[in-house]
């Protein structure tokens, strides 16, 4: 029953370095999420995706990319780490957004990053 | 001004005490408004979820909603050391895109 899993928990990166921060769920949830939370800001919307091979830009993209071959993966990619994107990172997953039932995100644990 | 609005405490309060958490919104069009709940170092989890206006029980905890204030709360009723945590209210209109308030973070005392 693992839910929304996240690699590495921590992780510190000098400016310009590159990394990959991975997200997997065993759910078979259609649509993925990468947030960032910042202190007093909530969770920021970075990328989505509503299936494998389909991914979309939210509302903080610049610096990121994301990429998801399979349903179950859903990797957030950062190639010139800049101190700005210190942050905590989380993913999340849902079963289908559009749908008026309950359908909540479920959320990984994060990955608390540190750029220095 | 941001979509939504969250005072981010903290709140110390007793155990026992009723305690009561409010965010307000700007955003006529949101639907669907969730409650999670966050322990430090900890993804959040999902609380309570209401559609619409109304008021929705789940145990000790209460969500409101007020949609013509633009304004949701929620009640929990016998607090406990255990509900210490960091609360996030969040909405979203009839898309998937979710807003989420910058949490509440609630301490209660033994």
């Known amino acids: 029953n693992a839910g929304v899993t996240q690699t590495p928990k921590f992780r510190i990166l000098k400016i310009g370095q590159s990394m990959t921060l991975q997200c997997t769920q065993d759910m078979n949830h259609n649509y993925m999420y990468w947030y960032r939370q910042d202190p007093g800001m909530g969770l920021k919307l970075i990328y989505y995706?509503?299936?494998?091979?389909?991914?979309d830009k939210g509302e903080v993209p610049n610096g990121y990319n994301v990429s998801r071959s399979t349903t179950e993966d859903f990797p957030l990619r950062l190639e010139l780490a800049a101190p700005s994107q210190t942050s905590v990172y989380f993913c999340a997953s849902s079963p289908d957004a559009l749908d008026h039932s309950n359908q909540p995100q479920h959320f990984g644990d994060g990955t608390r990053l540190s750029i220095l | 001004q941001k979509e939504v609005e969250q005072d981010p405490g903290p709140l110390s309060v007793p155990e026992g005490a009723i305690v009561s958490l409010n965010c307000t919104y700007s955003n006529s069009a949101f639907q669907y408004f969730m409650w999670y709940r966050q322990y430090s170092r900890k993804g959040p989890e999902l609380l309570m979820y209401?559609?619409?206006?109304g008021n929705k029980e789940d145990g000790r905890f209460t969500a409101q909603v007020d949609k013509s204030s633009k304004y949701i709360s929620l009640f929990i009723r016998d607090s406990q050391p255990s509900d210490s945590a960091t609360y996030l209210c969040a909405m979203r209109t009839g898309g998937f895109k979710t807003i989420f308030g910058a949490g509440t973070r609630l301490f209660v005392k033994a």
């Open positions: 209401t559609y619409s206006s």
């Open positions: 995706s509503v299936g494998a091979g389909i991914t």
